[in-house]
């Protein structure tokens, strides 16, 4: 089944060249997928307009078929609860004033989802091995590998359909770049994670289908083992040689 569709995608900031041209992309259920480029490739874009955050400047994109439409409070309701997100940066995406308690709950308040609060949170904090008693703690209290577990928490405390997670590790040391690693794919057993990453080794580890990105342009996407096995495209090449470490796909 199709999530997001995105149908002959260009985006411009203001008058400016275009960040992204052409993009086409399909998101459906179960399938993980890796949106995979370097700085300034419009990888982070793809995702503000997965996220609704911003409309493109031509082409179409599409929820369950349907439009999205920002400016439609009912609707984006309804997405909001099914595609939540993860920041790159553990340190700046959560309230430093808000107890963790009130962080996780956000999605459910803003949302209007009527549960036991103290519940769910639990739940969603257990689900990221962290310990009720966290609920209570504030965010300094914890380290940059925590913080990503409570930020991946927050994400899936309304139980969507749909992660996108933008960098999730890249501001983290190796090992707990691992631990995050293995948290997510145990989440991905329940939802379907959307990946946007420069480390094509990360992303390669979690996702069955890869898209490449470059300069605004898709010069590469199947599936990852086909990819990481027989890259066709220079570009993709380079972003293999330079990766120290790939899982085995033998």
């Known amino acids: 089944m199709s999530l997001i569709d995105l149908t ?8 400016g060249r275009p960040v992204l041209d052409g993009i086409d992309l399909r998101i459906e259920a179960g ?13 982070t874009t793809i995702l503000r307009l997965l996220l609704g955050l911003v409309r493109p400047s ?3 994109i599409s929820f369950r078929g349907a439009p999205i439409d920002p400016g439609d409070r009912s609707f984006m309701r309804v997405f909001r609860r099914a595609v939540q997100a993860v920041f790159q940066d553990p340190y ?3 309230d430093p004033r808000q107890k963790i308690v009130d962080i996780v709950a956000e999605p459910l308040r803003s949302l209007k989802i009527a549960t036991d609060v103290d519940a769910a949170v639990a739940e969603a ?3 990221v091995d962290l310990p009720r008693e966290a609920a209570g703690r504030y965010p300094h209290e914890f380290s940059g590998g925590q913080r990503q577990r409570i930020a991946i928490a927050r994400a899936i405390v309304s139980q969507p359909e749909l992660v996108l997670a933008d960098e999730v590790v890249s501001a983290l040391d190796l090992t707990t770049r691992i631990r995050i690693v293995e948290l997510l794919n145990v989440l991905s057993a329940n939802t379907t994670l959307v990946l946007v990453s420069h480390d094509i080794g990360f992303v390669a580890l979690l996702c069955q289908d890869l898209v490449i990105l470059e300069k605004g342009h898709i010069v590469e996407q199947g599936p990852a083992r086909d990819i990481l096995s027989a890259p066709k495209h ?4 380079r972003l293999l040689e330079s990766t120290p470490r790939l899982p085995d796909f033998a």
């Not at 002959?8 to 008058?15: E, L, P, T």
């Not at 399938?31 to 990888?43: D, Q």
């Open 31 to 43: 399938h993980n997928l890796g949106i995979v480029g370097e700085s300034g490739s419009g990888k």
């Open 92 to 94: 700046s995406s959560l």
């Open 58 to 60: 031509s082409g179409d």
């Open 234 to 237: 220079p570009y993709t090449q």
């Open 8 to 15: 002959a995608v260009s985006f411009a900031y203001g008058r």
């Open 125 to 127: 904090l257990s689900a």
